[in-house]
C-alpha cells in the first residue's frame, strides 16, 4: 500500500515501511501523548508544508501528495506515525441536484484492537458532507487528521462543470515537529506544551509562557520615566514641584528613544541663588553606550514668540543636558548662551515649557 504506517500491521510489516514511517519524540501534548499533524518541510523550502497536500486533477478527482504524519489516539494507544510515499488518487461523490456539500478530506487510522473496527490500516479518505442550503464540513473521525474541506456544488459531476478547484479547496492541515523543533503553524488556537515552547505564525515567533503565546522577542512598550533633575555643580538643586512632568521612552535592541514634555508649575524650583555655571542635568531612562555630543533637539518656550532651541547631548552615559543651538523666532538673540540653567536662556518662571525628542544607542546589558 501507498500508505503505511510502522507498528500498526498485525503481520506484513516489511523493513521499508519502518524507515519510512520512523521519526523522533514528537511535540508533547501531554507526559506520553504527542500532537497530532504533518511533518512540515518542503522540496525546494519555499513552503511550510507539502506533505498530503491535494490538488484538483479532474472535474471530480484529487491528487492527494506524498507526506509524512502522527496521528495521536489516546494516551494507551500512542502515536501512530504514518508516510504517503507515492501520489494518491481520490474520486468524490456527485453533488445533490439541489443543494451543495461541504466534503472533508482526512488521514485516518483504524486498529482494531481498539476501536473494533474490523480493519488495521491507515488511508486517506473522503468523508462526504450533508448536503444544504448552507452546508457544513462533517465532524473529523476519531483516530483522524483533517487535510482539506472541498466545496462541491449542486449538480457537480464529471459532465456538468464539476468541482471548481480555483476555491473549493480549504487547507485543515496543521503541523508537529521534533521535540524542542520550533512549530510552523497558520492561524493555530492549540496551547502550548511546556512554557519555553516556540512557534512561528504570521511571519514572527511566539513562545509559550505558560498561559498564553507571546511574540518573541518581546516587542517593546512606551514606558513612562521620571527624569531626575539635577546641576552640573551639584549646587542650586532645582525641582518639578507642580510642574506636568511627561516623559516617555521605549527600547528595541540597542535603540533607545525617548521624549518628553515639561510645563513647569508655580511650585517648581528651578535653582535657588543659581548662576551660569549650575548647569541642568537630567538622567536618561537607559544607559546609553557613551557619551555623544547630539542625540536630538529640544524646544525651550517662555512665551509664542519667545523660544528658542537646545541641542540634546549625552554628557556621560547616564544623563543629558540641553545646549542652546538658536535665537528666538523673533529674531532676538537670547540673554546667556551655553548649556541650559536656571538663568540660560532666560531666567525660567512658572508656564515656561521645554520639548524635547531623541534617539540614542544602550549600552551593552
Known amino acids: 500500500m501507498n500508505v503505511r504506517s510502522a507498528w500498526l500491521p498485525v503481520t506484513g510489516q516489511t523493513r521499508s515501511d519502518t524507515r519510512v514511517a520512523s521519526f523522533g519524540a514528537l511535540t508533547p501534548t501531554s507526559p506520553v501523548a504527542t500532537r497530532s499533524g504533518i511533518l512540515p518541510g518542503s522540496p525546494d523550502g519555499k513552503w511550510r508544508i507539502s506533505g498530503f497536500t491535494v490538488m484538483g486533477t479532474t472535474a471530480m478527482g484529487a491528487t492527494v501528495h506524498p507526506g509524512r504524519a502522527v496521528i495521536q489516539g489516546t494516551d494507551a494507544q500512542g502515536a501512530y506515525p504514518v508516510a504517503l510515499t507515492q501520489t494518491l488518487g481520490l474520486t468524490f461523490a456527485d453533488g445533490h441536484a439541489q443543494y451543495p456539500r461541504i466534503d472533508l478530506i482526512v488521514l485516518r487510522v ?133 510642574a506636568e512632568v511627561i516623559a516617555r521612552y521605549i527600547q528595541q535592541g540597542p535603540t533607545v528613544h525617548m521624549n518628553f514634555a515639561f510645563t513647569f508649575g508655580t511650585t517648581t524650583n528651578f535653582g535657588a541663588g543659581a548662576s551660569a555655571a549650575d548647569n541642568w542635568r537630567f538622567t536618561l531612562p537607559v544607559k546609553a ?77
Open 110 to 242: 483504524r486498529d482494531n484492537e481498539y476501536d473494533a473496527s474490523g480493519r488495521t490500516d491507515a488511508a486517506v479518505e473522503i468523508i462526504t458532507g450533508v448536503p444544504a442550503a448552507t452546508p457544513v464540513a462533517p465532524a473529523t473521525p476519531a483516530l483522524s487528521l483533517a487535510l482539506y474541506t472541498v466545496a462541491v456544488p449542486a449538480g457537480a459531476s464529471a459532465g456538468n462543470g464539476g468541482i471548481n478547484w480555483t476555491n473549493a479547496l480549504v487547507g485543515q492541515r496543521t503541523t508537529t515537529v521534533g521535540l524542542g523543533g520550533i512549530l510552523p503553524v497558520t492561524g493555530d488556537t492549540a496551547i502550548g506544551a511546556y512554557p519555553g515552547q516556540y512557534r512561528d505564525i504570521d511571519g514572527g515567533l511566539q513562545r509559550w509562557d505558560g498561559t498564553a503565546w507571546m511574540p518573541y522577542p518581546p516587542k517593546p512598550t512606551w514606558q513612562n520615566w521620571t527624569p531626575v533633575w539635577t546641576t552640573f555643580t551639584g549646587n542650586a538643586t532645582p525641582s518639578f514641584g507642580n
Open 289 to 365: 553606550a557613551s557619551a555623544i555630543k547630539c542625540v536630538g533637539f529640544a524646544d525651550l518656550a517662555m512665551g509664542t514668540r519667545e523660544r528658542a532651541v537646545a541641542r540634546i547631548r549625552c554628557t556621560s552615559t547616564t544623563f543629558f543636558e540641553l545646549e542652546l543651538s538658536s535665537g528666538m523666532p523673533s529674531g532676538d538673540s537670547v540673554a546667556v548662551s551655553g548649556i541650559v540653567d536656571g538663568v540660560t536662556p532666560w531666567t525660567w518662571a512658572a508656564g515656561h515649557t521645554l520639548h524635547g525628542s531623541a534617539t540614542y544607542e544602550a549600552a551593552a546589558q
